[in-house]
Structure formats: C-alpha cells, structure tokens
C-alpha cells in the first residue's frame, strides 16, 4: 500500500502522476517538490498495488489526473451546481443510461472518479469543456457531463468507474472496491 497526496494548485486544474517515469504536466512549479516527496516510487506504481489518494488538497471545481495500474484516471471535486445538474439528468437524454448515484459513493456526491480515457479511441478528454460541462476530447469531439456520462459521440460508453472505496471522509484506495 502507497499513499499520494494531490498538492494545492490555484493555476491549473490537472495533475498527472504519470508512471515509469514519474513526469508531471500543467503543475505549478511550487506544487512538483509535494509530488516528488509524495509520490511512491517506481517499483511500486508498477506493481499495481491499490494507492490512497489524500482527496483533501482538491478545491471544489477542481479536477486531478493520476496514472494507475498504466491508466489515467480523473477525480473531479464537483461542485453543489455540478451534483445538482448531473442528478437531474433524465436517463433518456443519456446515450449510455446510468444514474449519476451509481456513478458516486453513497454520501460522497462531490466526488467523481472516472478513467480518463476516451471510450472512443483512448484520447484524454479535457475538463470543463465541450456543451456539457463535464469533458471535451478533442480528438474526434466526443462529450462528457460531470458524471462522466457520453453525451455527444463518436464515443458511445460512459467513462468507466474504476474500482476504489473511501478509507476515511477525505482519502480514498484506488483498487479495491
Ligand atoms: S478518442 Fe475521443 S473522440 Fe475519438
């Protein structure tokens, strides 16, 4: 077992841990010594093993990226409007129903965990964008909501959910349910 700890950003919004050899991109020049002493070595990340993620430094309306397991996954701290928005959502507007409830922790609304890639073609959509307000990939256009939710293809399936359970109210282990 390994923990991360996401470092406070105010400029950016994405953070990618990336494996192997442990780059980051878009994060602020004071944030990268954190993730440097934060960020589990290199043996560990490829084995696999389940992570904890110290949700505590993401602000409201803030989105993070880290690689697990060799993919990238985004938790998104969703706003009261973004919830509100997304739990409304009929299941007949959506091209792969699912209720956003069964997209969250029971309780835990304001946080979304998502693979990040492109149920497309495997891009890494952008947040915040595109007519939805969830993610953009800018591909071959497709759209997500900020449940992660298809909205607009080419893409046809949802962002998966990956496996991941809260260990206490602000960190969660990414690989066990
Ligand atoms: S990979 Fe995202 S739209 Fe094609």
């Known amino acids: 077992m390994t923990s991360i700890a996401a470092p406070d950003q105010s400029r950016r919004d994405f953070l990618f841990l990336a494996t192997g050899a442990v780059g980051a991109i878009g994060v602020g020049a004071a944030a990268w010594p954190l993730i440097a002493q934060m960020n589990p070595d290199r043996e560990t990340i490829a084995s696999g093993v389940p992570i904890e993620v110290s949700l505590a430094p993401i602000a409201e309306g803030q989105i993070i990226s880290l690689i697990w397991r060799g993919k990238p996954i985004f938790i998104r701290h969703r706003t009261p409007d973004e919830i509100a928005k997304e739990e ?3 299941l007949s507007d959506l091209m792969d129903p699912q209720s956003d409830a069964d997209r969250v922790k029971a309780g835990k609304a304001q946080w979304l965990v998502v693979y990040a890639s492109c149920t ?21 256009g497709s759209q997500y909501d900020a449940s992660g939710r298809v909205r607009h293809g080419p893409a ?10 809260f260990v206490d109210d602000t960190t969660i282990r990414i690989g066990e349910a």
């Not at 497309?120 to 071959?140: N, R, S, T, Y």
């Not at 399936?157 to 496996?163: A, E, G």
């Open 88 to 90: 409304a959502t009929r």
């Open 120 to 140: 497309h073609l495997g891009c890494i959509p952008l947040g915040k964008q595109g007519d939805w307000g969830g993610w953009f990939c800018p591909c071959h």
């Open 156 to 165: 046809a399936t949802n962002l998966p959910v990956p496996p991941y359970a």
